[in-house]
């Protein structure tokens, strides 16, 4: 029922730019806030940014602020990750979820690397 499938990964050089989609089904999208989380080789999952249900209020992890940017289109049901100035350690599999459904895609592989 629920599907959350993202895309847009890839190798990227460092300094370099991406930005990472998740197509998300089986449930009422614009109800939702929505995350991403990345997880790094070795590393627990960690949340990397937030935003609500219609855009008004977004939050970064520290380790992303004023690199990345989370936007939604509630029409098309698709939550974005606009990745700047990546540096190596921006490297994992990213995930995006809805709050409070417990359910995980696949994730996109993120790679930095020179």
């Known amino acids: 029922q629920v599907q959350l499938v993202e895309f847009g990964g890839g190798l990227v050089q460092p300094e370099g730019s991406l930005t990472l989609s998740c197509a998300a089904s089986?449930?009422?999208?614009?109800?939702?806030?929505m995350k991403w989380y990345r997880q790094a080789p070795g590393k627990e999952r960690e949340l990397v940014a937030r935003i609500t249900s219609f855009g008004g209020s977004t939050y970064y992890a520290d380790s992303v602020k004023g690199r990345f940017t989370i936007s939604r289109d509630n029409g098309k049901n698709m939550v974005y990750l606009q990745m700047n100035s990546l540096k190596p350690e921006d490297t994992a599999l990213y995930y995006c979820?809805?709050?409070?459904?417990?359910?995980w895609g696949r994730g996109t592989l993120v790679t930095i690397s020179s």
């Open positions: 979820k809805a709050h409070m459904i417990d359910y």
């Open positions: 089986g449930f009422t999208f614009s109800n939702y806030a």
